[in-house]
């Protein structure tokens, strides 16, 4: 959008134009434009109007804000480090490598004066972008402009040069870096906006932003103890430190009643923590407590509440979650790809799923539904009505004739029950039964006959499977009877040792 750079200089104002514009590459910038097209219409608006501003979601404010955020925390560490603890005699104070320090972040402080006069800013009102200049800087005036002000202005090493040194003066030098104290909330927020480059989990955001206030507000409490003596010192010159005094004392109290609420924060902060990690298993553990008051009111008997913890533990793997609210909210083709996701492993185990294409395997697996059996467990009758047929995720489950036979036993990746809907009786021609726990997903008659049925490869597969398994049923029978039969035409001799 920007024009092209003709020479060197061109180049370079084109560089620094472009790193100054909204850019898709801001942690925020999708929060708040939704779409592309949006982005480019807010680029275009600027460009249009001439605005010279910061972009408050551009790479410029970016890099600008996290180096602000370590210049701002060094400040406040600086600032109370040499209130309190460089101290020398009242009549012969002089310049210390701390008053160096200072003077190299107050004038970064000032440099940070002139960026924000020409940074826009985001209305918390409106959510709407700012970037008229009149606007911007009547908004920083009334809220940041003194603060920074005064906070950044290097009057303690003025009247350290000062070949006369009042030392109340020299104090109230020294506490007036203390009015940028509140430019710790907009570290923390800047901290944020910087980890959110690395991680969406506001679980990361609010540790590290608590250990950085944990660490400013423990230094700011060490400094705070020497507060009476450091007052008694600069207004009379010398000064003794008794903690039996009232207002060490007052300090004192200050100071654990302030370190209770902390700590206090800090455990709510980690129980919510620990609330959204252990969710789902809280929630399977609140189930499984109900499960066992129902079993112990109904009196079940110890092997089938064996049985019944058995199949809540296998079904949600200790961790209980509606699966049903997750998807209901999401799109049917981005619902068919998260069911294609979870199934690969069936999919790759399921050969009649080879060389199908994947929408069609997609809206197949969209349709099933996950179900859990224990060994000995019944999943298909023979002479039942047949709705529905089975895919194996996982276990072994026996196949059994008409007449009771063991057929054979299926493992993972076979499937089941599709005779008896390709016949026009319905009727199951075999029995199965689970060998061990096994998880099955279920394909019912209705989305058979719409997602298999429709499609020819399926058909030609499934079809020739059937009739396979439909003739080795019948061998299996036909054998089995033609057994008996000699069996029961077999006479019964008595030997005389059996008599």
């Not at 024009?3 to 999708?30: M, N, Y």
Request: proline share 4%; aromatic share 12%; with cysteine.
């Amino acid at each position: 959008m920007l024009p092209k750079a003709e020479g060197r200089w061109d180049s370079f104002c084109r560089g620094l134009r472009k790193i100054c514009q909204v850019t898709d590459l801001h942690p925020e910038t999708k929060e708040h434009f939704r779409s592309y097209p949006a982005l480019v219409n807010e680029r275009k608006i600027n460009l249009m109007r001439g605005c010279n501003l910061i972009h408050p979601m551009s790479v410029a404010s970016l890099i600008w804000n996290s180096i602000m955020v370590v210049v701002n925390l060094s400040h406040m560490f600086v600032s109370t480090l040499r209130i309190a603890y460089v101290i020398d005699p009242v009549h012969f104070s002089r310049h210390h490598y701390v008053d160096e320090a200072l003077i190299v972040l107050d004038m970064m402080c000032w440099l940070d004066v002139i960026v924000k006069f020409n940074t826009g800013f985001k209305d918390k009102y409106t959510s709407n972008i700012v970037m008229e200049r009149k606007r911007v800087a009547g908004r920083y005036l009334r809220r940041w402009l003194l603060p920074d002000l005064i906070s950044s202005m290097p009057i303690a090493y003025i009247i350290l040069s000062l070949p006369v040194k009042r030392t109340r003066c020299l104090l109230i030098a020294h506490f007036l870096p203390l009015l940028r104290t509140p430019r710790v909330y907009t570290a923390l927020m800047d901290i944020q906006i910087f980890m959110k480059l690395f991680t969406s989990s506001y679980i990361w955001h609010g540790a590290v932003q608590l250990t950085v206030l944990f660490m400013m507000t423990t230094h700011w409490c060490g400094c705070l103890v020497y507060l009476p003596t450091i007052l008694f010192y600069y207004c009379t010159g010398f000064t003794l430190f008794l903690a039996s005094e009232p207002e060490e004392l007052i300090v004192h109290a200050f100071i654990i009643l302030f370190s209770t609420v902390f700590m206090v924060y800090i455990l709510v902060f980690l129980l919510k923590v620990y609330m959204t990690l252990f969710s789902s298993t809280i929630r399977y553990n609140e189930l499984m407590n109900q499960v066992k008051e129902y079993m112990r009111h109904k009196q079940f008997p110890v092997p089938l509440q064996k049985r019944v913890k058995t199949f809540y533990s296998q079904l949600y793997q200790k961790r209980y979650y509606k699966e049903e609210s997750v998807l209901e909210c999401l799109s049917e083709e981005l619902r068919n790809e998260i069911t294609l996701h979870t199934c690969r492993v069936l999919v790759d185990k399921v050969t009649l799923f080879k060389d199908v294409p994947a929408s069609a395997v997609g809206s197949v697996l969209g349709c099933l539904k996950p179900e859990v059996y224990l060994p000995n467990d019944p999943v298909l009758r023979a002479g039942d009505d047949g709705n529905c047929m089975y895919f194996i995720d996982y276990g072994t489950v026996a196949i059994y004739s008409l007449k009771g036979v063991e057929v054979c036993h299926l493992e993972d990746g076979a499937h089941f029950g599709e005779v008896a809907l390709l016949m026009r009786d319905s009727k199951r021609l075999v029995t199965v039964v689970a060998v061990e726990i096994t998880q099955l997903y279920r394909l019912d008659d209705i989305d058979f006959r719409q997602y298999v049925l429709t499609n020819q490869i399926l058909f030609e597969r499934i079809q020739t499977l059937a009739s396979q398994r439909m003739h080795e049923a019948v061998l299996v029978d036909r054998q089995f009877q033609r057994d008996r039969e000699k069996f029961n035409e077999k006479p019964i001799e008595f030997s005389e040792t059996s008599i």
